[in-house]
């Protein structure tokens, strides 16, 4: 590695809006983020499925018969 051409690595603090903070090392220093894996609704079993207009069902149906076989002509 060359001296003097690599940027500074750090100790860094990634604080979420929950409350949660985490220690690292970092090139860009501390920062916040809105949402982390404590607070995620993916990662905390809150997750649900939105059906704005029913469009789980209409890609349901869409794709209901995908993959099956026809049935062979007589």
Request: aromatic share 10%.
């Amino acid at each position: 590695m060359k001296p003097g051409i690599h940027p500074k690595y750090e100790a860094a603090t990634i604080s979420c809006a929950c409350g949660v903070s985490y220690e690292t090392r970092s090139t860009r220093g501390s920062f916040a983020v809105d949402i982390c894996g404590q607070c995620h609704p993916f990662y905390t079993g809150r997750q649900k499925i939105m059906d704005t207009a029913g469009r789980v069902e209409r890609f349901r149906r869409k794709y209901a018969n995908v993959g099956k076989k026809a049935a062979p002509p007589e």
